[in-house]
């Protein structure tokens, strides 16, 4: 009475297939989004990276003369260089725009102490702020760049 032909056995095979290829890849993506989410929700624990990290912090810690020293060392430093670098400028004969480059590539690779970050960024701004008015107004842009290093320094 019915009459199943080849081709819809061989069609309901590629359907049932498919099905089943789509349930396990669904199971699969459950497992991995609840994995996921346990990971999120449990507490740091001794084999957590961070709280391995923080330990060695704790481990090498310096005490507050050592980084008062390690301070100023670096404050002596940043200042050193940034009285070099105003020397390099003032008696460099590049054009403006290579010497307003090569002025921010050099305050942008110092290392900078906590007191001087704010200066240190105001300054790296200025000299962005150059760059793009070099262009419009060439005037007193050493002068200025200059002047912004002056702050630096503190001479």
Not at 122 to 151: F, T, Y
Request: aromatic content about 4%.
């Amino acid at each position: 009475m019915f009459h199943h032909s080849q081709r819809s056995k061989t069609m309901f095979l590629v359907l049932g297939l498919v099905t089943l290829f789509i349930i396990i890849l669904v199971g699969v993506l459950l497992f991995k989004l609840s994995h996921i989410s346990n990971l999120q929700n449990t507490p740091a624990s001794e084999n957590d990276l961070s709280y391995v990290a923080d330990e060695a912090l704790v481990v090498e810690s310096k005490t507050a003369e050592e980084l008062g020293l390690e301070q100023i060392q670096m404050m002596e430093e940043y200042g050193a260089y940034i009285t070099d670098l105003r020397v390099r400028i003032e008696s460099s004969q590049d054009s403006l725009d290579v010497l307003l480059s090569k002025t921010e590539d050099a305050l942008l690779a110092i290392r900078v102490p906590k007191a001087m970050q704010e200066p240190h960024l105001n300054a790296v701004l200025g000299i962005a702020q150059l760059r793009v008015n070099v262009v419009n107004s060439p005037d007193g842009i050493r002068e200025k760049m200059l002047g912004l290093l002056m702050g630096l320094s503190g001479k």
